[in-house]
Each structure stands twice: as C-alpha cells, then as structure tokens.
C-alpha cells in the first residue's frame, strides 16, 4: 500500500535548527513535496523534490533519497512565526499526492 | 503567473439546504483541479479530481458532487447539507510541463460550519 510516516510533533528553540523527516511508499514517484500551513489557513508550497540532493530556499532547506523512501525539510535560525504543521505529501504514478499527517512544529522562546 | 481563487472564505448553512463552493484558476491552460476537505486538527482528504472538462474522479463515497464546466473552474456541490460536512475545504491545481510536475497550489479555502 502507499504509506507517509511524519512525526506527529516536534518542539524547538527560537534561532535553532529542526529537521523534520519523512518516509514514504508510494506506487510509483513523481516527487515529494513539503508544505507549511498555519492553523486556520490553506497549506502554502515550500519545495518540491524530484531529484535525489539537497535543495536549499533561504532558511528552509529539503532533501530527498529516492533509494531509501525518505526526505526531510531542514529549517534553519527558527523564527517564532515557523510554528505551525508541515506536510510532508509524495507524488504516485497516476500524479496523486499521498499525504502525510503532518507535524506540529512548536518554537519556543 | 498562475492564481487560483476559492471563494466564499466562511459559509454557515443549515442542515438539509443546499452548497456549491467555487474555484478557478488563471494564467493556466488544461490544470488538473482537486477538492479537498480537512477537518479540525486532522490531514487533508482528497474529495474529487478532474483532468480535463467533464472529467471528475470520485476518491471518497459522500454527500458531495462536483463539476467542471471550464477548464478552469471546478465546482463543489451538494443538494443537502450534513452536520458531517463541515469543514475546510480546498480547491488546488497543478499543470505539467512535458512530463515533470509544474507546481501544486492551494487556494485559500473556505471554512463551512453546517448547523
């Protein structure tokens, strides 16, 4: 079957580092996406990944391992206003997006 | 550039009347279109998806239809509310360019509370 494993939540320091994994089976893959959303709001995009390596967007960073199911989104000098879920979704063959969860990111002071 | 527009943002309707919730996309020609629905504090559950005008995929057996008559515009319907119905919902797109996926938007969602 076509599974997404996320952490349900994770806490960290405002000015500190997170990485947030994720797994995947899915039939098929046409890449792995991240999402940040707000509670309340719509989901906004983050990073796509196709390919295998490391793709650096300012703070935010993701990285994808095709071989081994399994990306994560790195969040760098953590901000009060990065608390919120992350999305981690993979893409089949058929191009539908399998979900995960989602992790709550708390950052504390 | 691409934008998608979902509106209304808040919708309270009784139970028993009727809802249609509209998207549509601009700056896009032939976008694959999707419905999705959130509840309070849980994951995104994909409703329906469409690749082209008239083409609706069905994901989840419900009370809910939905429609496309443009290829840009994508509609949400139902002839009579559940409580069970409420929640966010999402419209979103995504077009392709050759064969690699060109982006996967949200629009900004409407919150429906049936009462």
């Known amino acids: ?109 | 550039s691409q934008t998608i527009h979902q509106w209304p943002a808040t919708l309270v309707q009784p139970v028993g009347s009727p809802l249609s919730l509209e998207c549509t996309v601009e700056g896009t020609s032939n976008p694959n279109l999707y419905w999705y629905r959130q509840a309070a504090g849980r994951g995104l559950q994909l409703l329906f998806y469409s690749v082209g005008i008239g083409q609706i995929s069905s994901e989840v057996p419900q009370n809910l239809s939905a429609s496309r008559p443009q290829d840009r515009q994508f509609i949400l319907s139902s002839k009579k509310l559940l409580l069970s119905d409420s929640g966010f919902y999402l419209c979103a797109w995504t077009g392709m360019v050759g064969d690699r996926v060109d982006g996967y938007t949200f629009g900004s969602g409407t919150r429906l509370t049936v009462v």
């Not at chain 1, 191009?95 to 950052?107: C, D, F, P, V």
């Open chain 1, 1 to 109: 079957g076509q599974n997404i494993d996320q952490p349900t939540e994770m806490t960290a320091t405002e000015g500190a580092i997170v990485q947030i994994n994720c797994t995947y089976q899915t039939s098929g893959f046409n890449g792995l996406f991240w999402y940040q959303q707000h509670a309340g709001e719509a989901p906004t995009f983050l990073s796509y990944n196709v390919l295998d390596g490391l793709e650096e967007k300012g703070r935010f960073s993701s990285f994808l391992s095709r071989s081994k199911g399994y990306s994560y989104l790195l969040l760098k000098e953590l901000q009060m206003k990065d608390s919120a879920s992350y999305l981690c979704a993979a893409m089949d063959s058929n191009y539908q997006l399998i979900w995960g969860a989602g992790t709550k990111l708390i950052i504390k002071p």
